[in-house]
T-cell receptor, first 114, second 112 residues
């Protein structure tokens, strides 16, 4: 069974530019998470989807961040415009069902904003 | 929100030594996971353990949900065990929405 796939693995952009990250969850997993991990810290939730619905986006900075999960499968996370402080690793995870089952993570996208 | 505290923050071991990592959490949780983040940043699932004890090779974990803590045991450590170990708890934040909250991790360095 393929794991969670994220792309790109690395991205370097200039500040004020837009950037997008893509995530393909494990087949059959209804729940999808986007997490942000700063250096030396644990991952922090940005948004959680159950199928197509964003059920928890309270931590998503909506002025510049947006996410979508069309058809309840793949998801994209966008930042526009990027700021220097957005440099971090963006992790995607998925889990089967919608009641807190075991989550599996992708390899992440390391974003550097210069 | 729920607080997840891990200790120690840093740990240096000689290869072959044993260690215990601790995770305390401030509220009742629905579930708990332990992860190993390797030097390339990948989070590897170690245990999914709401209560009781599980073992996988040289690693084992125990969660005592009523006392709000979990322990991860590493025996006969190897250099490949180096990395950051995270505890993450699953909490029902209301209306059936489950949120996975991480601690800050324990950075383990195993030296030959």
């Amino acid at each position: 069974e393929a794991g969670v796939v994220q792309s790109p693995r690395y991205k370097i952009i200039e500040k004020k530019q837009p950037v997008a990250f893509w995530c393909n969850p494990i087949s059959g997993h209804n729940t999808l998470y986007w997490y942000l991990q700063n250096l030396g810290q644990g991952p922090e939730l940005l948004i959680r989807y159950e199928n197509e619905e964003a059920v928890d986006d309270s931590q998503l900075p909506k002025d510049r961040f947006s996410a979508e999960r069309l058809k309840g499968v793949d998801s994209t996370l966008k930042i526009q415009p990027a700021e220097l402080g957005d440099s971090a690793v963006y992790l995607c995870a998925s889990s089967r069902g919608t009641r807190g089952t075991e989550a599996f993570f992708g390899q992440g996208t390391r974003l550097t904003v210069v | 929100g729920i607080q997840v505290e891990q200790s120690p923050p840093d740990l240096i071991l000689q290869e072959g030594a044993n260690s215990t990592l601790r995770c305390n959490f401030s509220d009742s949780v629905n579930n708990l996971q332990w992860f190993h983040q390797n030097p390339w940043g990948q989070l590897i699932n170690l245990f999914y353990i709401p209560s009781g004890t599980k073992q996988n090779g040289r690693l084992s974990a125990t969660t005592v949900a009523t006392e709000r803590y979990s322990l991860l045991y590493i025996s006969s450590s190897q250099t490949t065990d180096s990395g950051v170990y995270f505890c993450a708890v699953l909490l029902d934040s209301g209306a059936g929405s489950y949120q996975l909250t991480f601690g800050k991790g324990t950075k383990l360095s195993v030296i030959p």
